[in-house]
């Protein structure tokens, strides 16, 4: 209820404030002060409407993208508790952190001699090759540092649809991000994970999650710790390639969840990439992927279709004008039962 309450007294307080004379007060504080019956009759009325508006958006979207019936199937497998989220940097965006385009461009700032080097390389979505040519500039300790100093703050107010994982998902979640957001979110719902996986902890995941599922998986490492860090050309053929353990670790993982994709481009990317050998080396049927991805005008959706396929991950598209209210849109309804009706 948090998450509806503090837009609900942003729309109050929006109104402008009460004043009296020389003395001026928030809507929202003056009203839950002088009649809070009716200040939260008022709320729980208000987050009813907000629901339903939710669903209505959601159902129309999903209808004329031709999703419908893929997300009511995803609504039953929830239900089953056989779905876990998969979260990408999109869904940390609205609190302030950088995607790594714009992080690593950043950087450049202070190293102008790789600028236009590291700018093409970005253009072509060659993140892994941007990424090493910072590192080798900066050396390791200064590009560690910042990192901390960028996703490693602990951020005080929660924004955006993230804060509706709790509410939805209840068997841990998987990242490749190195922020806090998620333990922050699950522990402002009192819901905090059980335990906590980076680096070589990764091994003992499998094994652990079948006692106590509600854990968090950080594939790629976290801010405050340069061990287990995966972003280099190198550090993701180790973990990746013929003699690493992410894809194994993968495989046992999704051998009976599927995986939603939130916040995650899955354009040039790694665990995509893990996931298509996985479902292609399979010699019994394994379970279906999710992901809600934003249906822009330059997606070739065929194509687009055919490649997610191959790693067995099927698109809920959402239109990209607003991604976070979509975003919130499609979580609200599968937090409301689904759009069966």
């Given at each position: 209820?948090?998450?509806?309450?503090?837009?609900?007294?942003?729309?109050?307080?929006?109104?402008?404030?009460?004043?009296?004379?020389?003395?001026?007060?928030?809507?929202?504080?003056?009203?839950?002060?002088?009649?809070?019956?009716?200040?939260e009759?008022?709320?729980?009325?208000?987050?009813?409407?907000?629901?339903?508006?939710?669903?209505?958006?959601?159902?129309?979207?999903?209808?004329?993208?031709?999703?419908?019936?893929?997300?009511?199937?995803?609504?039953?497998?929830?239900?089953?508790?056989?779905?876990?989220?998969?979260?990408?940097?999109?869904?940390?965006?609205?609190?302030?952190?950088?995607?790594?385009?714009?992080?690593?461009?950043?950087l450049?700032?202070?190293?102008?001699?790789?600028a236009?080097?590291?700018?093409?390389?970005?253009?072509?979505?060659?993140?892994?090759?941007?990424?090493?040519?910072v590192?080798?500039?900066m050396?390791?300790?200064?590009?560690?540092?910042?990192?901390?100093?960028?996703?490693?703050?602990?951020?005080k107010?929660?924004?955006?649809?993230?804060?509706?994982?709790?509410?939805?998902?209840?068997?841990?979640?998987?990242?490749?991000?190195?922020?806090?957001?998620?333990?922050?979110?699950?522990?402002?719902?009192?819901?905090?994970?059980?335990?906590?996986?980076?680096?070589?902890?990764?091994?003992?995941?499998?094994?652990?999650?079948?006692?106590?599922?509600?854990?968090?998986?950080?594939?790629?490492?976290?801010?405050?710790?340069?061990?287990?860090?995966v972003?280099?050309?190198?550090?993701?053929?180790?973990?990746?390639?013929?003699?690493?353990?992410?894809?194994?670790?993968?495989?046992?993982?999704?051998?009976?969840?599927?995986?939603?994709?939130?916040?995650?481009?899955?354009?040039?990317?790694?665990?995509?990439?893990?996931?298509?050998?996985?479902?292609?080396?399979?010699v019994?049927?394994?379970?279906?992927?999710?992901?809600?991805?934003?249906?822009?005008?330059?997606?070739?959706?065929?194509?687009r279709?055919?490649?997610?396929?191959?790693?067995?991950?099927?698109?809920?598209?959402?239109?990209?004008?607003?991604?976070?209210?979509?975003?919130e849109?499609?979580?609200?309804?599968l937090m409301?039962?689904?759009?069966?009706?």
């Open positions: 209820m948090e998450y509806f309450r503090q837009r609900f007294v942003e729309e109050l307080n929006d109104e402008g404030h009460v004043s009296v004379r020389t003395f001026e007060w928030p809507p929202a504080d003056v009203l839950e002060t002088m009649a809070p019956r009716d200040y009759t008022h709320f729980l009325d208000w987050v009813e409407i907000q629901k339903q508006n939710a669903k209505d958006r959601a159902r129309e979207f999903l209808e004329n993208f031709n999703c419908l019936n893929r997300f009511n199937r995803l609504h039953r497998q929830l239900n089953e508790q056989s779905v876990i989220p998969f979260v990408g940097a999109g869904l940390s965006q609205p609190m302030g952190f950088p995607m790594w385009g714009p992080f690593l461009d950043g450049t700032a202070d190293y102008p001699a790789i236009d080097q590291v700018r093409r390389h970005l253009a072509l979505c060659q993140y892994e090759d941007a990424v090493q040519l590192l080798n500039r050396g390791p300790n200064v590009f560690s540092e910042a990192i901390q100093n960028t996703f490693g703050s602990r951020i107010t929660l924004k955006g649809p993230v804060q509706l994982l709790p509410l939805v998902f209840r068997r841990g979640c998987l990242t490749t991000n190195f922020d806090y957001v998620l333990n922050l979110v699950y522990e402002a719902s009192n819901f905090r994970f059980n335990g906590e996986f980076a680096g070589t902890r990764l091994n003992e995941a499998p094994r652990r999650l079948a006692d106590e599922p509600h854990c968090l998986l950080r594939l790629h490492g976290e801010a405050d710790s340069a061990q287990g860090r972003l280099t050309g190198d550090e993701y053929t180790n973990c990746y390639g013929d003699d690493g353990n992410y894809t194994e670790i993968l495989k046992l993982l999704v051998a009976n969840t599927s995986l939603l994709f939130l916040g995650c481009s899955l354009s040039v990317d790694r665990t995509l990439q893990a996931l298509r050998e996985i479902k292609q080396a399979a019994v049927e394994t379970p279906r992927h999710f992901a809600f991805l934003p249906l822009t005008e330059d997606t070739n959706r065929e194509d279709i055919i490649e997610l396929g191959q790693a067995d991950i099927h698109p809920i598209w959402y239109p990209p004008e607003d991604h976070d209210l979509a975003i849109d499609l979580l609200i309804s409301e039962g689904g759009l069966h009706d």
